[in-house]
């Protein structure tokens, strides 16, 4: 099971990799972060496809998704000038908050 939250968790920064040069591919009109965009994808949904031989897809999909969403949020805020305002911390907090509630209803 260790394994799969490995495969999981190199899914979800290939995600956030791969969301992050989508910023910087101006709508795919820049080749490199074009490219970037489409590997970073193409190794999450291979790693994501890797964890659902032995994770439940619920809780896979949504673990990806949320801590995805969340540093994706933050490094808009850390790194590309997004506003930190309160409901939006709130609203990273919450997502971090059903990662950890999923993660741990879906030991079972």
């Known amino acids: 099971m260790g394994y799969a939250y490995g495969l999981l968790a190199g899914a979800i ?3 956030v990799a791969g969301t992050t040069a989508m910023k910087y591919s101006e709508g795919f009109t820049r080749l ?3 490219l970037a965009t489409v590997v970073g994808y193409v190794i999450a949904f ?3 496809a890797q964890t659902l031989k ?3 897809v619920g809780t ?3 673990i990806w998704a949320g801590a995805g969403t969340a540093a994706v949020a933050a490094i808009g805020i850390l790194f590309l000038g997004e506003s930190a305002g309160a409901v939006k911390l709130a ?3 919450l997502i971090i908050v059903g990662v950890v509630v999923l993660n741990l209803g879906g030991a079972h």
Do not use: K, M, V
């Open 60 to 62: 896979a999909y949504a």
């Open 32 to 34: 490199w972060p074009s």
């Open 91 to 93: 609203g990273i907090a």
């Open 46 to 48: 291979t790693l994501l």
């Open 13 to 15: 920064a290939a995600e």
């Open 54 to 56: 032995t994770l439940s």
